[in-house]
């Protein structure tokens, strides 16, 4: 089925521990976007991909490093994993400038103890 | 800087009633504005969309007007039915062209 898939659905880590939430799609889609969603709030923008090789900084990019080195693929690394991280963590993709067409993937729920 | 809000985190209203969900915007530049509807476990899904240069866009049985104004847009629901349920966000294309910032969220409950 085409579409956004992240893995895992669910984590728990400890403080200090680092991992990597997958992101991937197979729509062809060159934008790509990482999102944190807490309680209660809005999706706050992460970090973003307007291409392949290509990365910039959204609204809360501390704490987390992504890398684009596909089209399908845009990872987010957790680099040393601190309560404050504890999250659902959206994936989004469209084509370029057109968030209208923004398909997001089902989200990570991450717990950091 | 940047930032989306809305005015009111929940609301309910009647089966069979429209409904109203409003949004504050604080950044003149913005061009773009879209609304999401996010059900419960679920990613947003886009419902509507309407640019600086509108102030209303219809869709099937939801309207976006947007007031430049007071930096003020809003989402009507026609006819509200209980799938209608979930969490509604605005959010913004900001000067940052690919940059999507979204508000806080309403709750949308519909009474049968």
């Known amino acids: 089925n085409a579409g956004v898939t992240q893995t895992p659905k669910f984590q728990v880590l400890k403080t200090g521990q680092s991992m990597t939430l997958q992101c991937a799609q197979d729509?062809?889609?060159?934008?790509m976007s990482w999102y944190r969603q807490d309680p209660g709030m809005g999706l706050r923008l992460i970090h973003y991909?307007?291409?392949?090789?290509?990365?910039d900084q959204g609204e809360v990019p501390n704490g987390y490093n992504v890398s684009r080195s596909t089209t399908e693929d845009f990872p987010l690394r957790l680099l040393s994993a601190a309560p404050s991280q504890t999250s659902v963590y959206f994936c989004?993709?469209?084509?370029?400038?057109?968030?209208?067409?923004?398909?997001f993937g089902s989200g990570t729920r991450l717990t950091v103890v | 800087g940047e930032s989306v809000g809305l005015h009111l985190p929940t609301l309910s209203v009647q089966e069979g009633d429209n409904s109203i969900i409003n949004c504050a915007y604080s950044?003149?530049?913005?061009?773009?504005f879209i609304w999401y509807k996010q059900e419960s476990g679920k990613g947003p899904q886009f419902i509507i969309d309407?640019?600086?240069?509108?102030d209303k866009r219809q869709g099937q049985r939801v309207t976006v007007l947007l007031n430049k104004t007071v930096k003020h847009l809003s989402l009507q629901i026609a006819a509200t039915q209980p799938g209608d349920s979930a969490v509604y966000f605005c959010?913004?294309?900001?000067?940052?062209?690919?940059?999507?910032?979204f508000g806080p969220g309403t709750s949308l409950s519909v009474i049968p």
């Open positions: 989004a993709s469209s084509y370029s400038g057109t968030p209208y067409g923004y398909t």
């Open positions: 729509m062809n889609h060159e934008y």
């Open positions: 991909s307007v291409g392949a090789g290509i990365t």
């Open positions: 950044n003149s530049a913005s061009d773009y």
């Open positions: 309407i640019r600086s240069n509108m």
């Open positions: 959010a913004e294309r900001g000067t940052s062209y690919d940059k999507v910032i």
